[in-house]
Nanobody, 124 residues
């Protein structure tokens, strides 16, 4: 099994910044893509940003120029730097990762895991 644990959420004023972290643990062979999604009350889950193992990134139009995703492959950790935060950024932020993990008898098998989420609230 692969576990993802997010941290770094909280309450911030409009225009402020937060940095989210998500660490993956388990018998991981390789992590391919990692990403951040968010879900606000009454809204569908939205992909915010993603990053491949090679460092290619993709962002939702709503966060381009304000959010930056990065990763530390040695630590199996992905980060989301969020600047110029707006009230509409308020949501539970969840990270996900997919790749290969050791299965029965140590053979690699695919995984696609999600964290529990961290709350980000942007309010004055």
């Amino acid at each position: 099994q692969v576990q993802l644990v997010e941290s770094g959420g909280g309450l911030v004023q409009p225009g402020g910044s937060l940095r989210l972290s998500c660490a993956a643990s388990g018998s991981i062979f390789v992590i391919n893509a990692m990403g951040w999604s968010r879900q606000a009350p009454g809204k569908q889950r939205e992909l915010v940003a993603s990053i491949t193992s090679g460092g290619s990134t993709n962002y939702a139009d709503s966060v381009k120029g304000r959010f930056t995703i990065s990763r530390d492959n040695a630590k199996n950790t992905v980060y989301l730097q969020m600047n110029s935060l707006k009230p509409e950024d308020t949501a539970v932020y969840l990270c996900n990762a997919d790749g290969l993990v050791a299965g029965p008898v140590g053979l690699p098998r695919h995984f696609d895991s999600w964290g529990q989420g961290t709350q980000v609230t942007v309010s004055s």
